[in-house]
Structure formats: C-alpha cells, structure tokens
T-cell receptor
C-alpha cells in the first residue's frame, strides 16, 4: 500500500531533550516536506527536500533540522525542543515535479513541557 | 514569497445548502492551486486541484474556480452533507524548478454542516 509513515504518533518531552520524528514513504517520491499545524495558522512549511542531499528552508525553519540521506526517509530533528514547538507535525511527499498531489503522513502530536 | 489568504475561517451551513470558500494569493507566478480536506483527527487529503490554464473544474459536488487576473480562487460545495464537515485548506504553488517545493497553504476553513 502506498503510504507516508510517521513515528511516533504522539510524543511528550521536556524542554531541551533532543528528539527525532521519522518519516518514510514507499512511493519513490523525490519531494518530501515537513509542516506544522497550529490553530488559526494552517499548515506552515518547516523544511523541504527535492531529492537526496538536497534540502531547503520553508517558512518556519528555526529550531529544526532535517536530513535526506536516502530517498525514502526524511527525519525531522529538534536539537533542543522548546514549548513553542508544541504542535501537530505532518510529513508529506509528492512526485518530483511541481503541481502534483502531496501525500501526508498520519501526523505526530508533539508536546514540549 | 507567496502569501495565501483564506476566508472565512469558519462556515456553518444547513445540510443541502451550498458552501463557498475563497482564497487569494500574492505571487503571480503561482499556477497550481490544490484544495485539501482534513477530517477531525485525520491527515489532509487532496480533493480537487486546478492549474492556471483552466478557469473552472468540477468533480461531482465540488468545483473550483480560478481568476488569475484577480489572483483569487474558490471552492464550491453543492448539496452539502454531514460528511462534508471538515477543515478545508487552499494552497498555491509556482510550477518552476526553483520553487515547486514551496507549497503555500491558507489558514484553513472549518466547515460545519448541520442536519
């Protein structure tokens, strides 16, 4: 089944404790992206990647890191999480050209206390 | 960069009535405009999209219109049903190599269909 898989689904952590949210897709998509969803703000892009080893900042990259060492995986790293990073996070993938459907993962609900 | 504004933020309609959500965008280079539906606790899913060479597109009870001159596009849902209750997001994206990754979303519209 074609899908985008994120883990974990729910995470509660403490300020400053490094964490990684994994994202994997099995559709051989070139493009992958991370979004955060906050009430009233919609989906805001954190980082995106157009292919292996090619990443770029989105609109809200501060406090986040990403890597794209393999085509299928695109982990999101929070080196020192803070309470303002409490949010719902979505990973998405799409074929390697613009103007195509983005397939979203099931989401990760992160709470930083 | 692109800025997408979406209105209204909430929309209540009676079952069977129509719902209209409007979005405006700022980047004249944007030429791909998808709409996503997010049911409660679920992931966003594409329901319809339109490209700049088309003024209108329909798929059963949903339709999208695009006015490139005015830089706005709208989602129309006819004969609304309770299962149409969800958050709807519009988005805009320029289809060019240096920026096709930057899909810009609106803030979302919570649609509530009451029986």
């Amino acid at each position: 089944e074609a899908q985008v898989t994120q883990n974990p689904r729910y995470l509660i952590t403490v300020t400053g404790k490094k964490l990684t949210v994994t994202c994997s897709q099995n559709m051989n998509h070139e493009y992958m992206s991370w979004y955060r969803q906050d009430p009233g703000l919609g989906l805001r892009q954190i980082y995106y990647s157009m292919n292996v080893e090619v990443t770029d900042k989105g609109d809200v990259p501060e406090g986040y890191k990403v890597s794209r060492k393999e085509k299928r995986n695109f982990p999101l790293i929070l080196e020192s999480p803070s309470p303002n990073q409490t949010s719902l996070y979505f990973c998405a993938s799409s074929p390697g050209t613009g103007g195509t459907e983005a397939f979203f993962g099931q989401g990760t609900r992160l709470t930083v206390v | 960069g692109e800025n997408v504004e979406q209105h209204p933020s909430t929309l209540s309609v009676q079952e069977g009535d129509s719902a209209v959500i409007k979005c405006t965008y700022s980047d004249s280079a944007s030429n791909y405009f998808p709409w996503y539906k997010q049911e409660l606790g679920k992931r966003p899913q594409l329901i319809i999209d339109i490209r700049s060479n088309v003024g209108e597109k329909k798929d059963q009870r949903i339709a999208v219109t695009l006015n490139k001159t005015a830089k706005h596009f709208s989602l129309h849902i006819t004969e609304t049903q309770p299962e149409d209750s969800a958050v709807y997001f519009c988005a805009a994206n320029p289809i060019r190599t240096d920026s096709w990754g930057k899909l810009q979303f609106g803030a979302g519209t919570q649609v509530v269909v009451t029986p």
